[in-house]
């Protein structure tokens, strides 16, 4: 993606408009309560029907974006689990223009979507484009949301995740996470000389761009909270050093030369830090290093291997993998090290964890019965769930809202291929995220804003 389209997307983020100016059709204090709304739970939910009408042209034209834009919405939102697209075909004849409200009992008589979305693209009197969109209650009849995105025309993916996400909370009280992009690990040839590149796309497989070139070997990236920077393992010099990346600027340096090995960096949820398990001295120990005065401090000082660490949303707690009760397990100690109490105590050994940005689960990877499978359990330990099982499943990593999970799937044999997938906490099936060739080591983004 060029320098030209990320100042762009930055203006995007910036030309906001609520919903109060986009509502000529209905009462304001009617449009702003909220009859439809879904409640997620742990439980299974009843997809919300919703139709997607295609978007309009300004003044009723057509508009070659006007499908694709409507398509990308409902992409999203079936991508949830959440909601279930209805067929358009036998709506859209009932909602003439943008500026008309729909015939809603035609509408209910019709098709059974309790939801619809219309939508414009046009552009604003300083020649920016403009895309509109009002979300309607079909059964009380009424106006939920109207929003307005606008920047250049390029940018009409991105808006389009925004809209999704506008429809998502509107409906679901919770924030989307549709507007944000994976960072992963791309691979090519056999498996005994894959080639890694880092690479990133947006959530949903589009946009992909290449941020290595795979001549050295490059782990574990992973994203900041707050920015659009990662942090990644590369054998660049033949051994394993830890590097910091803005993917916007391309600006990217070493944190540390350190002397033996380097493992699973992390950021704190403030960005201002990195998290990282050091080699030394026979030990592998916990670190975290300020990336302002690059300071060094070790939290952890055990004989055993102490590893993957991962911030509690608030920075007051670690978790961590360790060996240190005589198998691999998950641990949470204070963020300035200390005291640490096993949290995991199922069959089989624990890896990987990774606190939800909401705070109220951990993600990881549990092997079992010489299988892997990503499962969560709340911070003291109880309430523990196995959402996948699999030859190879592993590496889990939070959507920002933290209701979704991503991770990757590793098939058995001499052929064996790696592939991204994602899942709701919640339960349903597993969803198979597209990428040009196999993939590892995802991490989700933060909301570009």
């Given at each position: 993606m060029t320098q030209r389209?990320?100042?762009?997307?930055?203006?995007?983020?910036?030309?906001?408009?609520?919903?109060?100016?986009?509502m000529p059709l209905?009462?304001?204090?009617?449009?702003?309560?909220?009859?439809?709304?879904?409640?997620?739970?742990?439980?299974?939910?009843?997809?919300?029907?919703?139709?997607i009408l295609d978007f309009f042209g300004e003044g009723g034209t057509s508009d070659p974006l006007g499908p694709q834009i409507a398509q990308v919405i409902e992409g999203d939102l079936a991508s949830t689990n959440v909601f279930r697209n209805v067929p358009d075909a036998a709506?859209?004849?009932?909602?003439?223009?943008?500026?008309?409200?729909?015939r809603f009992g035609d509408v209910r008589t019709l098709s059974n979507a309790a939801a619809l979305v219309t939508g414009e693209v046009g552009s604003t009197p300083d020649g920016r484009f403009a895309l509109r969109f009002r979300l309607w209650d079909v059964v009380a009849q009424q106006q939920i949301a109207g929003f307005q995105y606008t920047g250049d025309r390029a940018a009409w993916r991105r808006m389009a995740h925004r809209a999704s996400d506008a429809i998502y909370e509107r409906l679901t009280g919770e924030a989307g996470y549709f507007e944000t992009r994976i960072v992963f690990v791309d691979e090519r040839g056999p498996k005994n000389q894959r080639v890694k590149r880092l690479a990133v796309m947006d959530y949903d497989g589009q946009n992909l761009e290449y941020l290595t070139g795979g001549s050295s070997l490059v782990l574990t990236p992973r994203f900041s909270p707050r920015s659009q920077e990662i942090t990644y393992i590369s054998y660049r010099d033949g051994l394993p050093r830890v590097y910091l990346l803005d993917i916007e600027s391309r600006r990217q340096e070493i944190l540390g030369r350190f002397p033996g090995m380097t493992f699973a960096p992390r950021f704190a949820p403030d960005?201002?830090?990195v998290l990282m398990s050091l080699a030394r001295?026979?030990?592998t120990d916990i670190y975290e290093m300020?990336?302002?005065?690059?300071?060094?401090?070790?939290?952890t000082s055990n004989s055993s291997i102490d590893t993957a660490p991962s911030y509690s949303p608030d920075g007051r707690r670690i978790v961590f993998e360790s060996d240190r009760g005589g198998s691999q397990q998950l641990y949470v100690m204070p963020a300035r090290g200390g005291s640490a109490k096993?949290?995991?105590f199922g069959s089989g050994r624990y890896a990987t964890p990774v606190w939800s940005p909401r705070g109220d689960l951990i993600a990881f990877t549990r092997i079992s019965g010489g299988r892997f499978g990503i499962g969560v359990m709340?911070?003291?330990?109880?309430g523990e769930r196995i959402l996948t099982d699999s030859f190879l499943d592993e590496s889990p990593t939070w959507a920002p809202n933290g209701r979704r999970l991503m991770f990757f799937r590793e098939t058995q044999g001499a052929q064996s291929r790696s592939q991204l997938y994602s899942i709701d906490i919640r339960g349903g099936k597993e969803t198979a995220v597209s990428t040009p060739g196999p993939a590892s080591d995802p991490a989700w983004g933060p909301v570009m804003r």
């Open positions: 389209l990320f100042r762009t997307l930055r203006l995007v983020g910036a030309a906001f408009i609520g919903f109060a100016a986009l209905v009462d304001r204090a009617q449009a702003q309560s909220q009859p439809l709304k879904l409640t997620l739970d742990r439980g299974v939910v009843e997809p919300l029907p919703i139709s709506i859209a004849p009932l909602v003439p223009t943008f500026s008309a409200p729909p960005g201002a830090s001295g026979g030990n300020d990336l302002r005065s690059r300071q060094v401090t070790r939290l096993r949290i995991s709340d911070p003291d330990g109880g």
